[in-house]
């Protein structure tokens, strides 16, 4: 994922869920976050489909597994991956150089912090499992993500209830639900 001037406003992420979000014709983000469901497999929910459509619309795609027994390999063509626990997958971070990597869920400094030095690519603040926008952001630790914003160099995610939605803060990207 790029990263931006300040002046320029947050860049925008969309999040869909495989085999629940119907396939756009474009988008409109700079990332797309492919929420994966354990109960979905790839073939069926047409995976290749979200991976043509992000390359021709040159929009990163980053996967998250839903997987709550521990984290699934990102499937081959994908841009990067979530990490819901980067202490358990910096190891991924050597095994997928290129990729990026966004640690999620984070709800404290400590677990934010970590994140970044297990080398993470990017944060995202919020309920990234939430089954839709208004409880993904409930799950903001509103005073965290500005403390991040202002004082580290790793840029974040921060959920938001429409594309218009600039964070007073000014976090680098915000993150809307496709659809």
């Known amino acids: 994922m790029a990263t931006m001037d300040d002046d320029e406003g947050p860049q925008l992420v969309q999040i869909a869920t495989l085999g629940e979000t119907p396939l756009p014709k474009t988008l409109a983000g700079v990332a797309l976050i492919l929420k994966m469901p354990e109960d979905v497999s790839p073939t069926a929910g ?12 040159e929009c990163a795609l980053i996967t998250a597994s839903m997987n709550t027994n521990g984290e699934d390999l990102p499937p081959n063509g994908v841009d990067g991956f979530v990490s819901f626990d980067m202490a358990a997958d910096r190891a991924m971070r050597d095994d997928f150089p290129d990729m990026q990597i966004v640690a999620a869920n984070l709800t404290s400094r400590d677990l934010a912090m970590q994140a970044g030095e297990f080398g993470a690519d990017a944060l995202f603040f919020g309920d990234l499992r939430a089954d839709n926008q208004t409880d993904m952001m409930a799950g903001i630790e509103h005073e965290l993500a500005e403390w991040w ?27 809307v639900a496709l659809g």
Not at 46 to 57: E, M, P, R, V
Not at 155 to 172: G, H, K, N, T
């Open 149 to 175: 914003v202002e004082m580290m160099e790793i840029p974040c995610i921060i959920p938001v209830a429409s594309q218009a939605d600039d964070p007073d803060f000014a976090p680098e990207f915000i993150a």
């Open 46 to 57: 047409h995976l290749a489909d979200w991976i043509s459509l992000c390359a021709d619309q």
